[in-house]
Nanobody, 119 residues
Framework: QVQLVESGGGLVQPGGSLRLSCAAS????????MGWYRQAPGKQRELVAA???????NYADSVKGRFTISRDNAKNTVYLQMNSLKPEDTAVYYC?????????????WGQGTQVTVSS
């Protein structure tokens, strides 16, 4: 089994910053893409940012210029630095990992961490 442990969520005022972390552990041969999704109440889960094993990144238009995704391959960890946070960024943020277990390609989700942007 693969476990994803997320941390870093919380309550922050508009304009503030937070840094999310997600560490993967378990039976992993190699990791392909790692990413962050979010789901606000009453809305569908959406991609926030993703990063490939080679370091290529992809961002939702709504977070470009404010959020930065990075990864530490030695630690199987992905980060999301969130700056200039807005109330509309409030959501549960989920880590997603696309990985190989031997010759089988698999996907795993974190348990989610709440981010609330409010004054």
């Amino acid at each position: 089994q693969v476990q994803l442990v997320e941390s870093g969520g919380g309550l922050v005022q508009p304009g503030g910053s937070l840094r999310l972390s997600c560490a993967a552990s378990g039976s992993i041969s190699s990791i392909n893409a790692m990413g962050w999704y979010r789901q606000a109440p009453g809305k569908q889960r959406e991609l926030v940012a993703a990063i490939t094993s080679g370091g290529s990144t992809n961002y939702a238009d709504s977070v470009k210029g404010r959020f930065t995704i990075s990864r530490d391959n030695a630690k199987n960890t992905v980060y999301l630095q969130m700056n200039s946070l807005k109330p509309e960024d409030t959501a549960v943020y989920y880590c997603n990992v696309d990985y190989w277990r031997a010759i089988i390609r698999m996907e795993s989700w974190g348990q989610g961490t709440q981010v609330t942007v409010s004054s």
